[in-house]
């Protein structure tokens, strides 16, 4: 079976009408961006909260553009875990169910700035799986000064919630999930964009290998470091997770580069990875989990 380009899905892309004095990165912005990659569908993902945006673009916003463009857009909701009352009580079932009536997909990307495993998260994790909603994380290293669900370094909360929301397909993205690709991170590697051979497989791939409702999204720079700072061990990653690994891009800036892109084209090119790994991880595997 030949390598084909088609379909591809982008499972991270944002609309950001502030950011840091920057020319905002509207809709119409994104959707030409989208079309001069290539990509076929897109996932808008709403960004809320205090510690990720100085405005928010929220479930409606998303909702909006996606009405506009059905055929290219897919939207996802978003929750903050301390909404409702700040409780690991809270009801969001109502919620997630107007959501996805409306069109969404999934939930995140979740940013707001406390443990991944605290009561407030559970409760939140639990209700998205049962409504079907894959949850999408940006992880942080610690608490206070960005934004991001908090571990700490080797994973263990991360550990805990997929334990205990076993019904629930976890997302992860950001430093501070993809620089654990590699056993020797530190805690002054953690947060950034480590470098250097892969010698020994990290926290990541054993809790994909343990937990099959954890997948990884592949955007930004975090996701793109972690399967080339090593291409030998990356290209061994993308065909034994295959299944577990989502495209994308985290585009969000008027300028903006995606190396990832052209990185996939070359695979396809030269045939590094299985016709059917390159496929689930480009298409499939989006499909699947959001039932599209």
Known sequence: ??????????IHTHVLTVWGGEKPFTAERLLRRMEELGMDRFVI??????????LHFGPEDALKVYRRHPEKVIPFCNIDPRAGGNSSDTNFS??????RKAGCRGVGE???NIYIDSPLCINLFRQCGKAGMPVLFHLYDKIGGSYGLVDDIYLPRLEKALKKCPDTIFIGHAMAFWS???????????GIYPNGPVKSPGRVPELLEKHPNLYGDLSAGSGYNAIT?????????LRKFH????????LCHVVQETPIVDYFREILKKKIIPAHAYENITQRNAERILDL
């Open 45 to 54: 993902l709403p960004i809320i909260g205090p510690e990720g945006s100085y």
């Open 1 to 10: 079976m030949a390598l084909k380009e088609a379909g591809m899905i982008d």
């Open 180 to 190: 654990e690709i590699s056993a020797d991170v530190d805690e002054k590697t953690r």
């Open 94 to 99: 109502f919620l997630l169910d107007r959501y």
């Open 243 to 250: 299944r577990q690994l989502l495209f994308g891009t985290d």
């Open 229 to 237: 700072r090593d291409r030998e061990y990356g290209y061994r990653f």
């Open 110 to 112: 979740l940013t707001a």
